[in-house]
């Protein structure tokens, strides 16, 4: 069935999310989450943005992670593990954004071209024209389907039936036409970007070629048909006769631009960023460890009072940090009254 394309533009409340797919907003969101716990574990020992209570923490990690969405966080960070993911994180939230933001910008601005009816049946009901071609046993196709000989139209040429499809049926033209792909195909190379197929698809006994029975010219017609389909004379055939013209690339190009951004686009940004996190974090807690290894290496406490206390260290304060106490000391020395009441 041949059909008009209709233009629209989206005028959705919430068009801002098409332009990435749910695992998409659910894997970057995902991210978010894990950034913010890699830099809580990076940081909080040493980094005094991250006092206070557990709520306080968890706020500040969260903050930290998702204000690199719009490049508003000012934190500063002391660990070295920490700039190295934050850095890798802000390329890969740039990538994001502005793909994003063309995508968005596409979706708002291309007209989208769907087809104006996609049901034989709503034509059926709503009692709408449709065409067929003169003389075709398309006919008999639907008056099966119910259709009146008021709702059919007939046509002889790919013109005509461009003209019936200008009046449409409120003005005595068509709505759809149901017609053989040969001819489909010859009509759409002339009006490709105002027309396209949808379904039904009904099937057909095809063409073919009849000869009296007995007739020596069976053999010779069938062989050279069959090395005209089976070469590429056919494919040189169809590209003479239906090749789209150029002005079809506009339709074309509309429906690639408003495509919608999935992970696989980016997944080697993501095993990225994933393995950099992973090996900060391991390397952090293993220097940790390292560190304190008179106290998980003591005999005289049982195992689980060593992770205890391993555990109980791991989530205080470091203050043998050095970049910790410059801090401090810096604070305290631009600020006389903080200095005083700390005194006080």
Known sequence: MVVP?????????????????????????????VIALVVWILEHRINEEFDGSA?????????????????????????????????IWLFIVLVITQSYTASLASLLTVQELKPAVTDINQLLKNGENIGLQGGSFIYEILKSLKFNDIQLKTYSSVEQMHELFTKGSMNGGISAALDEIPYINLFLAKYCSQYTTTEPTYKAEGFGFGFPIGSP????????????????????????WFQKPMDCSASKASELSSSRLSPISFWGLFMIISVVSFVSCISYIGKFLYDERLVWLNVNHTI??????????????????????RRRRFIDNANPVLRRNRSF
């Open 5 to 33: 394309m209709k233009s629209t533009r989206n005028k959705n409340a919430w068009e801002f999310i098409r332009p990435l797919t749910g695992q998409m907003w659910a894997l970057t969101g995902g991210f978010f989450l």
């Open 55 to 87: 709520l306080d923490q968890l706020c500040t990690s969260l903050w930290y992670s998702f204000s690199t969405m719009v490049f508003a966080h000012r934190d500063v960070t002391f660990n070295n593990w920490t700039r190295v993911v934050v850095i």
């Open 217 to 240: 010219l069976v053999p010779d017609i069938s062989r050279a048909i069959l090395q005209v389909t089976e070469s590429d004379r056919m494919r040189e055939i169809e590209n003479a």
């Open 304 to 325: 689980w009072a060593r992770i205890s206390r391993l555990f109980l260290m791991f989530m205080g304060r470091d203050l043998r940090a050095h970049p910790l106490r």
